[in-house]
């Protein structure tokens, strides 16, 4: 796999995928007392902290973007 997540965008990544995995469990939001909505949540922010810790974005890849430098 080709990197293709720059330094600030695995930042704000990590970050992102850390606040959607405590948001359910912390925030006490009504958003949040279905299962579907904290499963929704705790699924993406897993997702952004993989795509952030590898460096690599599927969804880059087939559109063409690539946010770090060669």
Known sequence: MTK???TI????RAV?????IALPFASGA???QSGIATAIAVIVGIVMLATS????CP???IFGIRTCKI
């Open 16 to 20: 992102l995928g850390v606040i959607l």
């Open 4 to 6: 293709n997540v720059g």
């Open 30 to 32: 009504a958003l949040f």
């Open 9 to 12: 965008d695995r930042f704000l």
């Open 53 to 56: 810790t590898m460096r690599f």
């Open 59 to 61: 969804m880059y890849r």
